[in-house]
């Protein structure tokens, strides 16, 4: 077996079953990057606890997350897939990072001017303290790297600097700095053809659906808005379906149907429906694996309770060198 180039940290907010944009935007990015490096995926259940008014749905939340994980083909006998709040060291690490983090640091950072934009009468503390609990996430498991978009690298910066705070302030080097893997990750615009594919705006479309419910949301798709009748000649370079068929489309079909579009030759509806087709072929495999993983119920909680245990022996190796490092009484 090949050498392992180092390890990897990510984890994800709870939202349930995913959808495509979680699907190109990460998934797909963790279940290949699990052949370089040994990996660590966490459910970040206590980050969710910033910004939702009730936790009803937390656990099946995390259940369905879980379960389109492995459908997707993450590897649990080799990667660490587990949940954050089952490993409290991570709350420790927190703590101690934030004697050594500047308030204004943290108030500066861009997402957390976004989150008070969005929830100006939400600004917890918690919400302010986001970027030190995850930089315990990433340090507590001296992941090497971390795989992000351009637009979450000033985090990966932040993290960095707790560190290396940290070990100048206990003349250390036990926390490791981790470097930034940059992914190149798509922005799936929604169904609506206007805003990114979320589920707060109804405009997705669930990698597990059934093929008939996915048919239905690729139906209600928002195509080239100028193009009012059958007749009228189209624009692929600003339909968003177009935009889908790149994706799973061959590139003959692509070229087909960017042609025929023009020339009026094909219609939104037939548009749609080669679309639909192809895009449940190509999750097929991924919903049948899905099937088959729910007829051992507990198979998904057996899977993050195993890595739960992994996660606390990396964890609990740190905080015995952190403690040491900071000089706390034995």
């Known amino acids: 077996m ?15 079953r995913q959808h495509l944009g979680n699907y190109f ?10 052949d370089d490096y040994d990996c660590v995926y966490c459910v970040v259940d206590v980050h969710a606890l910033t910004t939702v008014e009730t936790t ?3 656990i099946p939340n995390t259940y369905e997350m879980a379960l389109d994980w492995l459908a997707s083909g993450m590897r649990p006998e080799e990667s660490v897939i587990f949940i ?13 990072l934030s004697m050594v983090t500047p308030l204004g640091k943290l108030t500066d950072l861009p997402t957390f ?15 302010v303290g986001y970027p030190v ?17 351009v637009d979450q690298a000033p985090h990966v910066e932040f993290t960095r600097e707790a560190a290396r705070s940290f070990n100048y302030r206990y003349g250390t080097s036990v926390l490791v700095e981790p470097d930034c893997k940059f992914t190149q990750i798509p922005k799936v615009i929604g169904i609506d053809g206007q805003a990114k594919m979320g589920k707060s705006l109804d405009n997705h479309i669930e990698i597990a659906a059934t093929p008939e419910e996915t048919s239905k949301r690729v139906m209600s798709m928002v195509t080239d808005p100028q193009r009012q009748r059958r007749s009228d000649p189209g624009n692929p370079d600003v339909c968003n379906v177009f935009s889908f068929h790149k994706i799973f489309s061959s590139p003959e079909e692509v070229a087909s149907i960017n042609t025929e579009c023009r020339s009026a030759g094909i219609g939104c509806v037939d548009c749609k429906k080669r679309m639909a087709q192809n895009l449940n072929a190509y999750f097929a495999p991924l ?13 998904v909680w057996d899977v993050l ?10 964890a609990e190796q740190t905080m015995q060198e952190v403690r040491e490092a900071i000089g706390l009484p034995k």
Not at 2 to 16: D, E, H, I, L, Y
Not at 133 to 149: C, E, H
Request: aromatic letters at 6%.
């Open 2 to 16: 090949a050498q392992k180039k180092g390890r990897v940290f990510s984890g994800a907010r709870p939202t349930g």
């Open 25 to 34: 935007g990460a998934i797909q990015n963790y279940i290949g990057l699990q």
């Open 56 to 58: 009803r749905d937390l």
């Open 84 to 96: 954050q709040s089952h490993v409290p060291e991570v709350m420790e690490l927190h703590t101690y």
């Open 113 to 127: 001017k976004e989150k008070v934009r969005q929830a100006p009468n939400n600004v917890n503390y918690g919400l």
């Open 133 to 149: 609990l995850m930089a315990a996430d990433i340090l507590l498991y001296k992941a090497t790297v971390v795989p992000v978009g």
């Open 287 to 299: 919903r049948e694996r899905r099937s088959k993983l729910t007829e051992n119920p507990n198979y």
């Open 305 to 314: 309770h195993d890595g739960d245990k992994r996660a606390k022996a990396i």
